[in-house]
């Protein structure tokens, strides 16, 4: 993950003024079928994105390849969802190719 948010931070120094944290699985009210690879949290002073590692790893696992890319685009969406900007702005890499 480290490695997903460095290559971010290249693009978009913006990614350097949140917090990133892992979480094994999402809250998912009962009854819902879509199960998030990540949120955003604004909090005061650092936003903070969360990056959901077990439906991360299935998604990742569904498209038979690593994780690392799949991360890469989740961070930039999540990004782009707090800054108001498409991923592809913030990282010319997106989306991940297939």
Known sequence: ????VAHLAVHAPEANRV???VQDVP???KGDETVPLGRVVRR??????????????AAAAGDGGPPD???RDVLA?????LLLRAPAELDPHYPRAE
Not at 1 to 4: D, E, G, K, L, P
Not at 77 to 81: F, I
Request: hydrophobic content about 50%; overall charge negative; glycine content about 4%.
């Open 69 to 71: 890319p799949l991360v």
């Open 27 to 29: 809250p998912v009210p």
């Open 44 to 57: 005061y002073p650092r936003n903070l994105l969360v990056l959901h590692r077990r439906p991360i790893l």
């Open 1 to 4: 993950m480290a490695a997903a």
């Open 77 to 81: 969406e999540l990004l782009g969802d």
């Open 19 to 21: 917090d990133v944290e």
